[in-house]
């Protein structure tokens, strides 16, 4: 999923690795988020918002059902 993690981490000036620490998991999961490599939970979308000052959809942009469905059939897995 796309989302403005690191614009608004690097914003707040926290590391991945303090993002991480602030919300229990690690600076590799962090990376893996920014990425788009990995989605996080609903709960942990809203720990890391809460961490970074944000709301959740500051930092996971809604996107239209059709994107999304084409973005999930497009991944190797």
């Known amino acids: 999923m796309k989302n403005r993690v690191t614009t608004i981490r690097e ?7 303090e993002l991480a620490d602030s919300v229990g998991v690690t ?6 988020v920014e990425d ?3 989605d996080p939970s609903l709960l ?8 970074l000052g944000a709301t959740v959809t500051e ?5 239209p059902r059709r994107l999304r469905l084409a973005e999930q059939a497009a991944r190797p897995w």
């Open 27 to 32: 600076t590799a999961y962090i990376a893996a």
């Open 59 to 63: 930092l996971f942009p809604p996107v």
């Open 11 to 17: 914003k707040t000036g926290w590391t991945a690795a």
């Open 44 to 51: 942990l979308a809203y720990d890391i918002a809460e961490a």
């Open 36 to 38: 788009g490599r990995y």
